[in-house]
């Protein structure tokens, strides 16, 4: 997987504000599924950046009868210079989440797939190391993009190299080898007033990862194995 510099030196910003707000909109989707999220040991939330948004989700998830043993955050970034106080049990380590060999329950990608070159890949590597998958993914692929020009400041400035709608991320996802659980639409937040537009949507995704091979090939060993 290919690296792009400005994260692994620190010099992206990745401090928004909006940790409550994302915390929120994922745990609303993971409420409709309690069996599943009653049953999460271990979480691991990819591209955590300042961990604020980390912090926020390991509050939140007792909500949901969810008690994790283990939690860590991931971040090819330097560690923050602001202190954040993390629960027991939990850690935010400076590393590369597929250079490390530890498999987890859950796995969040929150506002990180839309950075990575070849995404299809990286979510099949994600998905060998993880039972779950829970994203949140801006939607740029929408009419107030295109008629603000914005294509050139998403690409250099915010970083997005990649654009979907709601119908393409799901497409994307899928056929990366994830089997789709549910689905959920926010709206954009507004930093740093903390405003939200209806117009800059971003979805919520839960997914099921698989251990290798794509939904088709798990389909058909679960056929094969009732029959």
């Not at 609303?28 to 604020?52: H, N, Q, R, W």
């Not at 709601?166 to 549910?182: C, I, Q, R, V």
């Not at 979805?203 to 029959?227: K, N, T």
Request: with cysteine; net charge neutral; glycine share 8%.
């Amino acid at each position: 997987m290919k690296t792009i510099e400005r994260y692994s030196t620190g010099t992206y910003n990745n401090q928004f504000g909006d940790a409550d707000f994302k915390s929120r909109t994922l745990l609303d989707l993971l409420k409709g599924f309690p069996e599943i999220a009653t049953s999460f040991k271990t979480y691991a939330d990819v591209g955590c950046g300042d961990g604020t948004v980390f912090v926020s989700i390991l509050q939140k998830l007792p909500r949901l009868g969810c008690h994790l043993e283990e939690a860590v955050g991931y971040d090819i970034s330097p560690p923050s210079v602001k202190s954040i106080d993390l629960p027991p049990g939990s850690q935010i380590v400076q590393a590369d989440f597929l250079s490390c060999s530890l498999c987890y329950d859950l796995v969040t990608l929150i506002d990180v797939i839309e950075h990575v070159l070849e995404p299809q890949e990286y979510l099949r590597a994600v998905a060998k190391r993880s039972r779950f998958v829970l994203l949140h993914i801006p939607l740029d692929d929408r009419l107030s993009v295109t008629l603000t020009q914005q294509w050139n400041y998403r690409l250099q400035d915010v970083g997005h190299l990649s654009f979907w709608n709601p119908a393409s991320a799901n497409t994307m996802l899928t056929s990366a080898g994830l089997e789709p659980l549910g689905c959920l639409l926010s709206p954009g937040f507004l930093a740093p007033s903390g405003r939200v537009r209806l117009s800059q949507n971003k979805s919520c995704f839960l997914f099921v990862g698989w251990p290798g091979g794509s939904i088709l090939d798990s389909r058909r060993q679960r056929l094969a194995e009732s029959a």
